[in-house]
């Protein structure tokens, strides 16, 4: 399985990661869009999530909740753009934390001897909106450049 | 972190040189003839250097006798991480649990994606 790659270059309002999986692209993106499969994986295990609306065409909008067991509860919203297929995924993202700043993330599904590779595009307001949503814990990123930067803080810890 | 000072990190880390200055600075503090010592790079090529490193924060100078010395400085190194953390986390642990379901999806439903061989012949 491959590594999942980050880019969030600095000074350009977007976060792209590409990630492979080891299945057809049509599970894949059943994975990506029937909420009983969804609430399987998205996000971190301490989270139960909970999918409110998920109306899966042009037009359509969709909440999904993230509730840990102190009782904190993190909702997340947005319309889908197109008519969602296999080929890809264009909606809108926020939140509610954070209300009016909304990010466009397109996810595209791509098959090549039976594993897929997923890529997500997410476009941010701004810079500014983008590091907000990075320190909110939620998105944000690293560029593939900066992809030493672990091997030196494990390099410091071993010198400390 | 104010975001004007992660820019400030990650452009100063944005440089393979930079980096390698970062990494031979935790073996401790050093000079910048020391500094140089490993690259094909003037000296007034690694002071502009170690200016983008100060100036991010990620070393401190101090002078000795006539040597000016660069100290690595971890916290804003640390600081970047942790900001870096949270989507990296997120997407990874839930593309590992995407794994793990993906996995028992086809173990109940075998992979329709391989129409089976026409010519009845097993490759395997």
Known sequence: ?160 | MPVDQLDAVFGALADPTRRAILSRLTQGEASVLELAAPFSVSQPAISRHLRVLEHAGLISRTRRATARLSHLRAEPLREATVWLAGYREFWQESYERLDELLAALQEHEPDRSQPEDPTGRSTS
Request: without cysteine; aromatic residues 10%.
């Open chain 1, 1 to 160: 399985m491959t590594e999942m790659q980050i880019t969030a270059a600095p000074g350009v309002p977007q976060v792209l990661t590409t990630r492979e999986l080891d299945a057809p692209r049509e599970l894949v993106y059943r994975a990506f869009t029937e909420p009983d499969l969804l609430v399987q994986w998205l996000g971190p295990r301490k989270y139960k999530m909970t999918v409110e609306r998920f109306d899966l065409r042009d037009g359509g909008t969709w909440r999904y909740v993230h509730a840990d067991d102190a009782g904190n509860a993190f909702g997340f919203h947005g319309v889908f753009h197109g008519t969602p297929s296999p080929d890809g995924i264009v909606q809108t993202f926020e939140f509610e934390g954070a209300p009016g700043h909304v990010s466009m993330d397109t996810v595209t599904f791509e098959e090549r001897d039976g594993k897929t590779t997923v890529r997500t595009n997410s476009v941010f307001q701004s810079v500014e909106a983008r590091d907000a949503m990075v320190d909110a814990g939620m998105a944000g990123g690293m560029s593939e450049g900066y992809e030493r930067l672990d091997e030196l803080l494990a390099k410091m810890a071993a010198n400390s």
